[in-house]
């Protein structure tokens, strides 16, 4: 039997066990990747032992990870990055066929182990990159990309801006969406969340990522305050928001802008990381998902508003652009409230949601993880004949 036709044994690595796109990447990958035989694992430091944020159907490792005794986001990469290295390198640790790294935590870590010599090499995945104001958290970013044997991308967005302004060739494998969680049909949950979350019989506004300054949120606030003064009993969620990183600077704006407004302030509703089981009910009980991002890898919420029947106001730039139709959704220039504020409007109209909910639920379709799966299987095999015709030369 061919190597290529053997189960591989995957690790997977991410920066954290939180719902972020590139953690919800690698465990749909490495659940897809496991149903096709092979033995996938995803790793992430794990600071408090609570485990991924749900439950798993693929190998899932929370990396023993030590409290930050300095403040700033480099000695919090520094301590992760050392953590990984712990544990990677202990007398017991598990040896896989391929190491992929889904951020520039894992990404340094697997360079330090082939620099060692205790991994013949590393993938990398770009979900997008981030802009860090230290210089040394910037040169990790870019020391984890240069250093992978492979670099994939989930865009053409960020395959071309790495092409073009780094020299990168990156494999182009997208994302997908798993509709057997995402529906349009009613949980038996839906109900009991609605309660949960206050929401009343007005139109229910949904956004998810928390409040950054990536995901436009001060702008989509004072939208929905446009939106508040005709439909007094609009409501606006927003879900989510774990992560590494120092948003404090858009929250307050944000809260600025609600100060401005306190009647209106009763109807933001900001949840916080959500129990993953809550979120196919939460994005059900939504009348729109409003996405205007700044930046994304992907925007993989969008898949899972669509295939779960919510439609969606999404920015008219890439990636955005590349996977979705124009009649898939309502655009806006991300940088005008009004206009974005003019789509919630338009959105909660009935032809206009129905023709939405249904060209979703057809372009959802069209994502499987399964295929996005394949796509690794082929680099990964690729990879491990070139390092076998290597070892042999």
């Known amino acids: ?35 096709l ?35 700033g986001l480099a000695a919090l990469v520094e301590t992760r990055i050392a953590d990984y290295l712990a ?34 090499g590393y993938l990398y995945t770009v979900h997008h990159l981030d802009r860090f104001a230290d210089p040394a958290v910037e ?22 801006i790495l092409a073009r302004d780094h020299g990168v060739d990156a494999l182009l494998v997208g994302n997908g969406v798993d509709r057997t969680r995402f529906s349009p049909q009613a949980g038996p949950d839906d109900d009991s969340l609605r309660a949960r979350l206050g929401l009343g019989p007005g139109p229910v506004y949904l ?5 950054e300054a990536r995901k436009n949120s001060a702008r989509l606030l004072d ?34 802008l609600l100060a401005r407004d306190p009647a209106a302030a009763a109807s933001v509703i900001r949840t916080g990381p959500l129990p993953d089981a809550d979120m196919p009910a939460l994005f059900r009980l939504a009348d729109a998902l409003v996405f205007p991002s700044l930046r994304e890898g992907f925007g993989l919420v969008v898949l899972e508003a669509m295939a779960s029947g919510t439609p969606a106001i999404v920015p008219a ?45 057809r372009r959802s379709a069209g994502f499987g993880w399964d295929d996005c799966a394949r796509r690794h ?8 004949t070139q390092q076998r015709s290597l070892a042999h030369a």
């Open 207 to 211: 956004s998810v990522g928390g409040v």
């Open 37 to 71: 035989g092979h033995r996938a694992v995803v790793h992430a430091p794990d600071p408090d032992g609570g485990g991924f944020f749900r439950p798993t159907r693929c190998g899932a490792v929370g990396v023993p990870a030590r409290p930050v005794a300095e403040t």
């Open 317 to 361: 730039i890439a990636p955005f652009t590349e996977h979705l139709h124009p009649d898939d959704a309502l655009w806006v220039d991300p940088l005008d409230p009004a206009a974005i504020a003019a789509a919630m409007t338009d959105i909660l109209q009935p032809a206009t949601a129905r023709h939405l909910r249904a060209a979703g639920l």
């Open 223 to 256: 939208a929905f305050l446009m939106i508040k003064r005709t439909r007094p009993d609009a409501q606006l969620v927003v879900a989510g928001g774990a992560s590494l990183l120092d948003h404090s600077g858009e929250a307050r704006a944000f809260d600025a």
């Open 1 to 35: 039997m061919s190597r290529s036709a053997q189960s591989l044994s995957i690790a997977l690595l991410a920066h954290s066990t939180n719902p972020r796109g590139g953690v919800v990447h690698a465990l749909e990958l490495a659940e897809a990747l496991t149903a």
């Open 377 to 384: 299987l082929d680099a990964y095999n690729a990879l491990l």
């Open 139 to 160: 040169a990790r970013q870019w020391r984890a990309i240069a250093n992978a044997d492979r670099v994939f991308c989930v865009s053409h967005l960020w395959r071309e």
């Open 87 to 120: 544990f990677f390198t202990r007398s017991d640790a598990a040896r896989y066929d391929i190491h992929h790294a889904q951020d520039g935590i894992s990404g340094n870590a697997l360079a330090c182990l082939r620099e060692a010599g205790r991994i013949p």
